[in-house]
Nanobody
Framework: QVQVVESGGGLVQAGGSLRLSCAAS????????MGWYRQAPGKQRELVAD??????NYADSVKGRFTISRDNAKKMVYLQMNSLKPEDTAVYYC???????????????WGQGTQVTVSS
């Protein structure tokens, strides 16, 4: 069984920082991309940041405040969030494009989500 599990959400005041972690586990043959999405109440899920190979991609709203990093050996991806704003409040989801040993193709796996709440 292949899965991704997030951790690190919580409540923080505006201007504060949080670090999210995501671990991929199971019979993983290969991982292409890993990333973070978020969904605020009443809004669509949106890309926050992702990393594919050595390239990173950020939503305009988080550029300069958030940093995504990946540890290939540990099959983990992190999101360091600084200068948090109330509008960053959302459920944050980890996402990984992976291929398991029992499959011949890549598919996207999602975590269960972790709540980030930023108070003003």
């Amino acid at each position: 069984q292949v899965q991704v599990v997030e951790s690190g959400g919580g409540l923080v005041q505006a201007g504060g920082s949080l670090r999210l972690s995501c671990a991929a586990s199971g019979t993983i043959f290969s991982i292409n991309a890993m990333g973070w999405y978020r969904q605020a109440p009443g809004k669509q899920r949106e890309l926050v940041a992702d990393v594919r190979g050595g390239s990173t991609n950020y939503a305009d709203s988080v550029k300069g405040r958030f940093t995504i990093s990946r540890d290939n050996a540990k099959k983990m991806v992190y999101l360091q969030m600084n200068s948090l704003k109330p509008e960053d409040t959302a459920v944050y989801y980890c996402n990984a494009e992976m291929r398991s040993y029992s499959s011949s193709y890549f598919r996207v796996y999602w975590g269960q989500g972790t709540q980030v709440t930023v108070s003003s």
